[in-house]
């Protein structure tokens, strides 16, 4: 896919960033479609809701265009883009009550039979329930390091905590995560 700048792959977010503060819409749209898929999982993930996640996902890109004279290129992008993200998901998490909604489960491999499918199925409605039963502070970090596969450091900066607190918290989620799962796999 070629646009303006080259092909996508071609061009580095830093070059990007650096045309969209300039005013330059089409680069600030290429940043998006290069990043919205990892918004959009970070905030579903932390309320369990599509549509939710979808319109914080859009407030999320609409404050990193108001603020993007604020990006400073020394901190990842990711890191900066992913605290945003975070913010807004925590606000729509205070305005909204959490969603138990658990859809868009992964589909089956097709090479499993019917029973294993639905055990698949089940192991994975449990861990969506006990990842949603973590405090939202243990839930981003867990979410963070778990799914969008930042490193402590990326944490540390898009959620504005010392790595050590990075750390603690994702130790402790992952102790909580256990326990939430023995209680779900008792009641099941």
């Not at 896919?1 to 680069?27: F, H, N, P």
Request: hydrophobic share 40%.
């Amino acid at each position: 896919m070629t646009s303006t700048y080259g092909t996508i792959e071609e061009v580095d977010d830093r070059d990007l960033i650096a045309c969209a503060q300039r005013g330059d819409r089409q680069a600030f749209t290429e940043l998006v479609c290069r990043h919205q898929n990892g918004v959009i999982g970070l905030i579903y993930r932390m309320c369990g809701d599509p549509q939710q996640a979808e319109d914080a996902a859009q407030e999320a890109f609409v404050r990193v265009w108001q603020n993007l004279d604020r990006y400073k290129p020394q901190h990842s992008f990711r890191s900066w883009l992913y605290r945003i993200a975070a913010n807004v998901a925590l606000d729509s998490l205070r305005r909204e009550r959490p969603s138990t909604e658990l859809g868009s489960l992964p589909l089956a491999d097709a090479s499993a039979g019917p029973e294993q499918s639905a055990e698949e199925r089940q192991r994975a409605v449990q861990v969506r329930k006990a990842i949603a039963r973590l405090s939202p502070p243990l839930r981003m970090v867990l979410i963070l390091r778990e799914y969008q596969e930042l490193s402590y450091q990326e944490i540390a900066e898009a959620l504005d905590i010392p790595t050590g607190t990075v750390m603690s918290r994702l130790s402790t989620a992952r102790s909580q995560l256990r326990q939430e799962l023995l209680v779900l796999m008792e009641e099941a």
